[in-house]
């Protein structure tokens, strides 16, 4: 059984779906911590309400991102996760970080990556006015939003959509790749050769 741990600094509502999925026992994984970077972030009442254990890094209490990374890192080390997952982490990890946990890090964007990489994602698509937009699980590398893909998925853009309803069409399939990938990653059903990441059938183990 896989330990996990998500990092997150807001809503949480990608971290309620895994939680659910854990509890459901279609992710064979315990979710050892959340972490989190923001003392308000509503993920903090999910964990509790599941029983598990929050670890706070305020990124306002230190003195720098040097500072607030050595902690992260820290708390990352604590929980002795196997697979690490930012589900809406609202940063960009440092390269030590990145390095240490390389292939057990896992984040869920929401775009058709390379398209839109970095912040407001969904408002990026409807300035640049493409038709299908979507979200891409993948591996954290050292760039922004650049790692190896291990999930995507499109939905439409439709005419009138602004950027709250392009934002919930496309998070409604988050909901349903993030604990796909997870699922994958916890049953060693993944393999990365580059830039490409490979999907073992569920059949050949
Ligand atoms: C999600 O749409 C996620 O893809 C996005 O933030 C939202 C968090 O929602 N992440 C990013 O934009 C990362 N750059 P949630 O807190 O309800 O899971």
Redesign the pocket.
């Known amino acids: 059984m896989k330990r996990i741990a998500v990092i997150?600094?807001?809503?949480?509502?990608?971290?309620q779906v895994l939680i659910d999925a854990i509890r459901a026992g279609s992710i064979p994984a315990v979710c050892a911590a959340l972490i989190t970077d923001n003392p308000g972030a509503y993920?903090i009442e999910r964990a509790r309400g599941a029983g598990i254990p929050v670890m706070v890094a305020d990124y306002n209490s230190f003195p720098d991102k040097e500072a607030y990374e050595a902690r992260l890192l820290e708390a990352m080390q604590e929980c002795g996760a196997d697979l690490f997952v930012?589900?809406?982490?609202?940063r960009i990890l440092g390269p030590g970080i990145v390095r240490e946990f390389s292939g057990r890090l896992i984040?869920?964007?929401?775009a058709l990556l390379p398209a839109f990489p970095?912040?407001h994602?969904q408002r990026q698509a409807l300035d640049y006015g493409v038709k299908v937009a979507g979200?891409t699980v993948h591996f954290v590398d050292d760039g922004v939003?650049s790692g190896p893909v291990i999930i995507q998925c499109c939905v439409p853009v439709l005419e009138g959509d602004d950027e709250a309803t392009l934002?919930e069409r496309?998070?409604a399939e988050?909901h349903v790749i993030l604990p796909e990938a997870v699922r994958l990653f916890c049953e060693d059903l993944l393999r990365i050769e580059g830039r490409k990441v490979f999907i073992i059938s569920d059949n050949a183990v």
């Open positions: 997150a600094s807001g809503r949480g509502s990608n971290f993920a930012l589900a809406g982490y609202m984040n869920i964007h929401p970095g912040l994602a979200c939003d934002a496309i998070l988050e």
